[in-house]
């Protein structure tokens, strides 16, 4: 299993980025998948999830609303489109499928 998420970088409060994660390894539209960060100093939180489908998605309260889990089944990729985000979404983003994870996306929210 291979995940290696991107499009991490510093933006301003308010803004907005897109996170992708491609997959390989594994049969990727059988998998539920998820995004999780873990802030500076702070253990893991789980942030969205998304159906085998990509029609049904959770999301943690904080981030609903203003973040948008999809996938593209085609193409084994995953999707976080943030927006409105706000200093306290600073983060490393994580793809998860079951046990494994990539190497993370560092996202910087900061003026």
């Known amino acids: 299993v291979q995940l290696v998420e991107s499009g991490g970088g510093l933006v301003q409060p308010g803004g907005s980025l897109r996170l992708s994660c491609a997959a390989s390894g594994f049969t990727f539209s059988s998998r539920y998948m998820s995004w999780v960060r873990q802030a500076p100093g702070k253990g893991v939180e789980w942030i969205s999830t998304i159906n085998k489908e990509g029609t049904s998605s959770l999301y943690l309260n904080s981030v609903k609303g203003r973040f948008t889990i999809s996938r593209d089944n085609a193409n084994n990729t995953l999707y976080l489109q943030m927006n409105n985000l706000k200093p306290e979404d600073t983060a490393i983003y994580y793809c998860?499928?079951?046990?494994?994870w990539g190497q993370g996306t560092k996202v910087t929210v900061s003026s």
């Open positions: 998860n499928v079951q046990q494994y």
